[in-house]
């Protein structure tokens, strides 16, 4: 079992910035790739940005150029650094961790959510 968790959310005005953290722990595991997603009421979860253990990432076309994922493997941890946040951008955010445990079986994990307000 493998649980996440986020922090890191908050409320900024537009234009300003946040990190979001998520820490993954447990035994016998291995991540293959974490990564960002949000969901606002009534709409469906999306991608925002993912990484592999080895370094590659993805970013939705609406945050490319603001938003930077980075990840610490040491610590199985994965960073959003959020810049130039928009009101569109309000909404919670979900870890997700690709997991692999000791029989090379892959899981997808997900952490709580963590809320973002981005005030106009």
């Known amino acids: 079992q493998v649980q996440l968790v986020e922090s890191g959310g908050g409320l900024v005005q537009a234009g300003g910035s946040l990190r979001l953290s998520c820490a993954a722990s447990?035994?016998?595991?291995?991540?293959?790739?974490m990564g960002w997603y949000r969901q606002a009421p009534g709409k469906q979860r999306e991608l925002v940005a993912t990484?592999?253990?080895?370094?590659?990432?993805n970013y939705a076309d609406s945050v490319k150029g603001r938003f930077t994922i980075s990840r610490d493997n040491a610590k199985n941890t994965v960073y959003l650094q959020m810049n130039s946040l928009k009101p569109e951008d309000t909404t919670v955010y979900y870890c997700?961790?690709?997991?692999?445990?000791?029989?090379?079986?892959?899981?997808?994990?997900w952490g709580q959510g963590t809320q973002v307000t981005v005030s106009s």
């Open positions: 997700n961790a690709d997991v692999v445990n000791y029989r090379g079986y892959n899981y997808n994990y």
């Open positions: 447990g035994s016998r595991f291995s991540i293959n790739a």
């Open positions: 990484i592999t253990s080895g370094g590659s990432t």
